[in-house]
């Protein structure tokens, strides 16, 4: 009887210590599992800022190209068009249009090599004064509305039906698109040799109905 009492209480307290240590071992993995958890959040939050950091950079550039465009009184021309931004303030043809514009900011960026230029063709292609775009760029065939081509903060569009070049902006506090654009639309007239006056991420109506062929995105935004 005394055996079969202490047998029992030797069962009872290792029945009671694999208790412990599973409860101790799910405790633990609990806690591995929350740190995980709040360590990929983290990464993330830090992937996000990183990125907002680079957004933020990438629309910089942008004004500050076409802020230097106005000061320096830039004509808009479809010809004698320098390839590069600092060759056009070094030499004085101050002369621009939509598709120089964007190729100077991506330039000055760091995306693409100076002197390698682009533009859009009147049916909505790519035409690029170079062979490849390299590996800091992607380009994507959409031929769809605004609202609808899943356009990222950053991205060059080119659109279809005219032979134009601008670039995402996001969208303002009411939700309308913004535009960073050095067409005829950023000069004081809206024609052929006139000046640049406007500048930074601008909402631009005219665009809203129109159909954007190709997307060039710079991976380094994403």
């Known amino acids: 009887m005394i055996e079969s009492k202490n047998l029992n209480k030797t069962r009872s307290f290792f029945l009671f210590l694999a208790l412990s240590m599973i409860i101790t071992a799910y405790a633990f993995s609990s806690k591995i599992t929350t740190e995980a958890a709040t360590d990929s959040r983290q990464a993330v939050s830090e992937r996000e800022q990183l990125r907002q950091a680079r957004v933020k950079r990438w629309y910089a550039v942008c004004t500050n190209v076409g802020r230097i465009m ?9 010809g004698g068009v320098s ?12 002369r621009c249009n939509c598709a120089r514009y964007v190729s100077w900011c991506v330039q000055e960026f760091g995306a693409i090599s100076r002197n390698k230029t682009f533009y859009a063709t009147s049916g909505g292609g790519i035409h690029k004064s170079f062979k490849s775009w390299g590996n800091q760029v992607s380009v994507h065939r959409v031929y769809r509305s ?8 950053g991205d060059i569009c080119f659109w279809d039906g005219v032979p134009h070049v601008c670039i995402y902006a996001g ?7 913004l535009w960073f654009d050095g067409g005829k639309v950023a000069t004081r007239s809206n024609s052929e040799g006139s000046t640049y006056s406007k500048y930074g991420r601008r909402h631009l109506g005219y665009l809203d109905g129109r159909t954007i062929s190709y997307i060039v995105r710079i991976k380094a935004l994403q």
Do not use: C, D, I, V
């Not at 390839?83 to 101050?94: E, M, P, Q, V, Y």
């Not at 969208?171 to 698109?177: A, F």
């Open 70 to 78: 106005a000061q320096k009184n830039f004509r808009y021309s479809n």
């Open 83 to 94: 390839k590069s931004f600092r060759t056009a303030l070094k030499k004085g043809k101050r």
């Open 146 to 153: 605004p609202s609808n081509a899943g356009l990222k903060e």
């Open 171 to 177: 969208k303002s506090e009411k939700g309308n698109t």
